[in-house]
T-cell receptor, first 116, second 111 residues
Framework: GAGVSQSPSNKVTEKGKDVELRCDPISGHTALYWYRQRLGQGLEFLIY????????KSGLPSDRFSAERTGESVSTLTIQRTQQEDSAVYLCASSGMGLYRDYGYTFGSGTRLTVV | DAKTTQPTSMDCAEGRAANLPCNHS???????VYWYRQIHSQGPQYIIH???NNETNEMASLIITEDRKSSTLILPHATLRDTAVYYC????????????FGTGTRLTIIP
């Protein structure tokens, strides 16, 4: 597609449930990033995938959070046993190497997660 | 551990040039200066980037000082739709580095 697609756009879940967020990057982009943004706050890095290299998981806040990406395609961010403090907008971005990299990240519109 | 310093907020009159400053005094020789903006309820949007020369595109101009320790993003004719949070970021542009977003500058365009 023309941009980074995220689904669902909105998710309301009960505390303790698991949720799965999906990101479709721009075709050909080798790098994929997940960020979290709480209401009124800045962007918080979560995890980064680059091609077939081991992901940089240094931003994941707890072991309830995990993410997968197969090759250079779709990524899923999973939050287990959700807590109210997990409520935020989860943003995905992708970027390429070489020519694509000249234009920085392209972000999706995000998934707004509300834990009740 | 943001490497940049920006004012928290700024106002600019509609139709005037908006000049957003950024200090990056510890920038390395291989690091670029990137600017992004985030309009309310949207994901951040790439604006422009540069290494040491001034850059211009359809959205904005980027002026980087000769010592590269600071830069200014210029929106030449600000409109109400330019109201957003503007982030200045330094990155090595090797395609394998995560971007660290600071708190940015909240720019409000006044009618």
């Amino acid at each position: 597609g023309a941009g980074v697609s995220q689904s669902p756009s909105n998710k309301v879940t009960e505390k303790g449930k698991d949720v799965e967020l999906r990101c479709d990057p721009i075709s050909g982009h080798t790098a994929l990033y997940w960020y979290r943004q709480r209401l009124g706050q800045g962007l918080e890095f979560l995890i980064y995938f680059q091609g077939n290299s081991a992901p940089d998981k240094s931003g994941l806040p707890s072991d309830r959070f995990s993410a997968e990406r197969t090759g250079e395609s779709v990524s899923t961010l999973t939050i287990q046993r959700t807590q109210q403090e997990d409520s935020a907008v989860y943003l995905c971005a992708s970027s390429g190497m070489g020519l694509y990299r000249d234009y920085g990240y392209t972000f999706g519109s995000g998934t707004r997660l509300t834990v009740v | 551990d943001a490497k940049t310093t920006q004012p928290t907020s700024m106002d600019c009159a509609e139709g005037r040039a908006a000049n957003l400053p950024c200090n990056h005094s510890t920038i390395s020789g291989n690091e670029y200066v990137y600017w992004y903006r985030q309009i309310h309820s949207q994901g951040p949007q790439y604006i422009i980037h540069g290494l040491k020369n001034n850059e211009t595109n359809e959205m904005a101009s980027l002026i980087i000082t000769e010592d590269r320790k600071s830069s200014t993003l210029i929106l030449p004719h600000a409109t109400l739709r330019d109201t957003a949070v503007y982030y200045c970021i330094v990155s090595s542009n090797f395609g394998n580095e995560k971007l660290t977003f600071g708190t940015g500058t909240r720019l409000t365009i006044i009618p």
